[in-house]
């Protein structure tokens, strides 16, 4: 159990467009989801912190209106990079913790997904 | 604010050797470790959780111990392979908002 997904697994896109992501817990319930990133041969650094039903919190330096976290369900939560630009060409990797379980400080991992922008 | 560090930043090893990585955090005060393993371009796999309260855990030929007070963890891997390479990041949850903080990871090359 515990199966995060991510959708799509990669995106090519042009400087300016908006690109839409979506994490997924497919056999649990998700209060709480949270978004990564990861540069090249670099470690992962936690972006924001989603809550269903609430606003997002973001992490000091990450801009709210280029990376709009919506959570809008136990088990889904998009993050949409607005305009995007080729700086923002990463990896991103979502958590989610398990509503109502035990295993309340442990975070499963979505597989992530490679956004390039050209 | 948490910091964890891993230390080697890579390591190369002939197949069959025995290896330590280890980690280290800055503030004691956390609620679990984890190991995890990241092949290239792909996402992370949990490798082993330890609680606070724990000392160390075993999966198979891998060994993670954690020594709270002086803020580290070491992962022991036994018997090493090549489907062994991968790059290993340890990570805490602590904080108020327990929040898991990854070190930079140890990229291992384990050759035939």
């Known amino acids: 159990g515990a199966v995060v997904s991510q959708h799509p697994s990669w995106v090519i896109c042009k400087s300016g467009t908006s690109v839409k992501i979506e994490c997924r817990s497919l056999d649990f319930q998700a209060t709480t989801m949270f978004w990564y990133r990861q540069f090249p041969k670099q470690s992962l650094m936690l972006m924001a912190t989603s809550n269903e039903g609430s606003k997002a919190t973001y992490e000091q330096g990450v801009e709210k209106d280029k990376f709009l976290i919506n959570h809008a369900s136990l088990t889904l939560s998009t993050l949409t990079v607005t305009s995007a630009h080729p700086e923002d060409s990463s990896f991103y990797i979502c958590?989610?913790?398990?509503?109502?379980?035990?295993?309340?400080?442990?975070?499963?991992f979505g597989p992530g997904t490679r956004l390039t922008v050209l | 604010k948490q910091e964890v560090t891993q230390i080697p930043a890579a390591l190369s090893v002939p197949e069959g050797e025995n290896l330590v990585l280890n980690c280290s955090f800055t503030?004691?005060?956390?609620?679990?470790l984890q190991w995890f393993r990241q092949d290239p371009g792909k996402g992370l796999t949990s490798l082993l959780l330890?609680?606070?309260?724990?000392r160390e855990q075993t999966s198979g030929r891998l060994n993670a111990s954690l020594d709270k007070s002086s803020g580290r963890s070491t992962l022991y891997i036994a018997a090493s392979q090549p489907g062994d390479s991968a790059t290993y990041l340890c990570a805490v949850v602590s904080g108020s908002a327990r929040q898991l903080t990854f070190g930079s990871g140890t990229q291992l090359t384990v050759l035939p």
């Open positions: 958590s989610a913790i398990r509503f109502g379980g035990l295993d309340t400080d442990t975070q499963y």
């Open positions: 503030d004691s005060a956390i609620y679990n």
């Open positions: 330890i609680q606070s309260s724990q």
